[in-house]
């Protein structure tokens, strides 16, 4: 049965717009109060009819998918900042409290965060990325990068970025064949249409991948919009990221050689840098236009925004 959001073709674009909307008020205040009635004023919506929409949308309640956010934002501080105090994660993640948040995780995941076993979790996920490719001889392709190890050379650059204006594409599940490329291809023509598709290209994944789901996934397609005046609208949504600072890697070849970059970067350059991953995704920075040189071989900046690791109260 078709649902009040649904035309014939698929999800109303307005309606795809306006949660768009409301998900990104959710991931610029994660760590604070997120009521219905606050979520549902940013995508334009009464709170009656945002619930309906939203969970038609994106298949989730408003409460389920701010709560498994914020368990997934957890997991990720846990696995990159191990000495970070577990009351601290959880305020930071917009628990009140930890019980609050222990009790959250037991839910979900069935043990305590003191018990999880986060590794083999992290294992797990990254074994269903690699099924997720339909050519099995290609599989060992997204095999992890073993700590310590640097068969490419890496070597990190620090940037400090300024703000900027995005307009983008979302994508939910986008492990999907092609999914990404045809996102891509659509916001090209409506960047040509504003004479901003000589902007700088972006791709970001709100989710880790050995922390989430696959199908839960958020990927955008982004191009740097600057002060244009133009308005996205339909499926192309805005968003403006504060500055940051990141950990860049030039990147040029095959996807195998984009996941040793992240995975070098994640496993052997942060633990010893100093740094840890700030509340931001992760960036591809595409040099030239999305899949410019094909669909095998890439030319991007991994962009990995980072903060300085906090150091620990004396007691």
Not at 124 to 150: F, I, K, T, W
Request: glycine share 6%.
């Amino acid at each position: 049965m078709r649902t009040e959001s649904e035309t014939p073709d698929g999800p109303d674009q307005d309606y795809v717009y306006r949660v768009n909307r409301a998900i990104d008020h959710i991931l610029r205040h994660l760590d604070q109060p997120l009521p219905l009635e606050v979520v549902a004023q940013a995508a334009c919506f009464s709170p009656f009819h945002f619930h309906r929409v939203f969970r038609a949308l994106i298949g989730e309640t408003l409460h389920q998918f701010v709560k498994r956010l914020r368990l997934e934002r957890a997991l990720r501080m846990v696995a990159h900042d191990r000495k970070r105090p577990l009351t601290d994660i959880a305020l930071a993640c917009g628990f009140s409290s930890s019980s609050d948040f222990s009790r959250s995780f037991k839910q979900r995941y069935g043990v305590p965060p003191s018990v999880f076993d986060l590794e083999t979790f992290r294992a797990q996920r990254r074994e269903d990325l690699q099924a997720s490719v339909a050519d099995a001889e290609q599989r060992h392709l997204l095999a992890r990068l073993p700590p310590g190890e640097n068969p490419d050379g890496f070597e990190v650059t620090l940037r400090r970025l300024p703000a900027r204006r995005v307009a983008y594409i979302r994508v939910l599940d986008p492990y999907r064949p092609t999914v990404v490329a045809e996102a891509a291809e659509r916001l090209v023509r409506w960047a040509r249409a504003h004479e901003l598709a000589d902007g700088q290209w972006l791709g970001y994944m709100w989710d880790d991948p050995d922390i989430v789901a696959h199908a839960d996934c958020r990927y955008d397609v982004g191009v740097e919009i600057g002060a244009s005046t133009a308005t996205p609208d339909g499926e192309v949504g805005r968003f403006e990221f504060p500055p940051m600072l990141v950990a860049e890697l030039e990147v040029r070849g095959p996807i195998d050689l984009e996941v040793r970059a992240f995975d070098w970067l994640y496993g052997t350059w942060l633990p010893s840098s100093g740094y840890v991953p700030s509340e931001q995704p992760g960036f591809e920075a595409w040099i030239g236009a999305p899949f410019a040189h094909g669909y095998e071989h890439f030319e991007l900046f991994v962009q990995l925004p980072v903060e300085k690791r906090r150091a620990l109260a004396s007691s």
